[in-house]
């Protein structure tokens, strides 16, 4: 099924909202989520706890999935922790990942720290932002800062081989 057997893959909050709300909705495409189970029991893909936390607040129907499903959810420890240490010392705009006007999840630094420490590839809906505001660095440039693979929801369709079929 897989291109790279051996590659993990670190979910960032918006592939699932996103995908709840709009494009692959249960309701037009449950196959998606099963797909999604199926790569968590298999430990091909995850979520870091503060994802977990941030899709909880919504207190809607993909938390409910999510609670239910059988995607790994990895706990913040000491490695984690110094992998954040390692992000925010590497370059002083990465603090902007955080904002204090909640702009910014607060799930995203802790969305790299997790990948780093797993060796995973980060899939987010961030894309690469060239305007040059300091306040505004997203994801994708914090993964190319720190040497981290990045791709979005579409790559990693690709990289997974997921085919999907449509019927009425």
Do not use: R
Not at 22 to 28: A, E, F, G, H, N
Not at 42 to 62: M, N, R, S, W
Not at 146 to 164: E, P
């Amino acid at each position: 099924m897989f291109e790279d057997e051996k590659v993990i893959y670190c979910i960032d909050a918006n592939i699932l909202i996103q995908a709840w709300q709009k494009y692959y909705s249960p309701d037009i495409c449950p196959s998606y989520w099963e797909v999604l189970d199926e790569l968590g029991q298999k430990g091909k893909i995850f979520i870091p706890e503060l994802v977990y936390e941030e899709i909880q607040k919504g207190e809607d129907d993909l938390f409910k999935w999510l609670k239910n499903s059988k995607i790994p959810i990895k706990k913040i420890d000491g490695e984690v922790a110094n992998c954040l240490k390692e992000i925010y010392a590497a370059n002083s705009d990465h603090q902007y990942l955080v904002s204090s006007n909640g702009i910014h999840s607060k799930a995203d630094p802790w969305v790299i720290a997790h990948a780093m420490k797993e060796k995973a590839t980060v899939v987010t809906k961030e894309k690469k932002d060239f305007i040059s505001k300091k306040t505004k660095i997203k994801i994708p440039h914090v993964c190319d800062n720190m040497n981290v693979d990045w791709i979005d929801d579409f790559d990693f369709i690709k990289k997974v081989n997921l085919k999907f079929t449509c019927k009425l």
